[in-house]
């Protein structure tokens, strides 16, 4: 059994199937409406604003920006991500400029409450988790590999959320996280959605010549020939809607990111 749950846990970690979900959202995306189950914590459900057992949609939550972390308890990014994550929470709680205003919430694909209150117990981890047990976030989102982690600017005037930027893999700079957001909180929506729009054009535009998987193959052997250890590779969107490849080698006994 735990054979099989380890099994199950890396193939969320690393894969997904197209044929279980569409393309994952980017800059310039709408959000999907998505309806949650409440939270039954009362600190949570305190944290996020909501009724107390009645089921939610995040996209409509009283604050400026979502965090949105798609993970599964199992995973071993996952799980080495919670201490970047908890450290960023923090930095967004003991801020008053934040505080209120950008909020986290982890999605856990797959997982059932029990694995889900273990898991926070276990890593600590302060912000709502809440289970994605049939898969149904995942694939609005879009399925891809944990953990993916979207920020969404929520329009108080009820506009259609906009997904200002994703994440792909596991994040540890949680400082420059912090400063992200909060440029991301604090730029007009109507500029985040100019950039957007952009973006989006720039991604239809570009007729790719290999697949995702041949580049990504391409990329990380350069990266290996290139000497060292690979450590961590992942792609990231710029606000331009171009991709490029950010990666992390062991030389030696430094750390090279490239």
Partial sequence: MMRVMLLLASLVCLLSDPAEARDPVAFGDTFP???????????????????????FNPTRLRADLLVVEMLNVHCPHCQM?????NELF??????????????MLGLAIG???????????????????????????WRAIGGTATPFTIYVRLDPTGGAPLVVGTHLGLNTHYQQVFREL???????????????????A?????????????????????????????????????????????????????????
């Fill in 33 to 55: 409406a998505l309806t949650l189950a409440a939270p039954e914590a009362p600190a949570d459900t305190a944290y996020l604003g909501v009724d107390t057992g009645k089921p």
């Fill in 81 to 85: 991500q919670t201490a970047s994550y």
């Fill in 90 to 103: 923090k930095l967004i709680q003991q801020d008053d400029s934040t505080r209120g205003r950008i909020l």
């Fill in 111 to 137: 997982n059932v409450p029990d694995e889900v209150a273990a898991f926070r117990q276990a890593f600590r981890v302060p912000f709502p988790v809440l289970p994605d047990r049939s898969f149904a976030a």
């Fill in 182 to 200: 909060k440029r991301l909180a604090d730029t007009d929506i109507q500029e985040l959605r100019r950039q957007g729009r952009r973006a989006s």
């Fill in 202 to 258: 720039v991604r239809t535009a570009i007729e790719p010549i290999i697949s995702p998987e041949e580049l990504e193959y391409r990329v990380r052997t350069a990266l290996v020939d290139a000497g060292g250890i690979l450590l961590d590779m992942r792609p990231v969107d710029l606000p331009s809607g171009r991709r490029v490849y950010a990666a992390t080698l062991r030389r030696g006994d430094g750390l090279v990111r490239l």
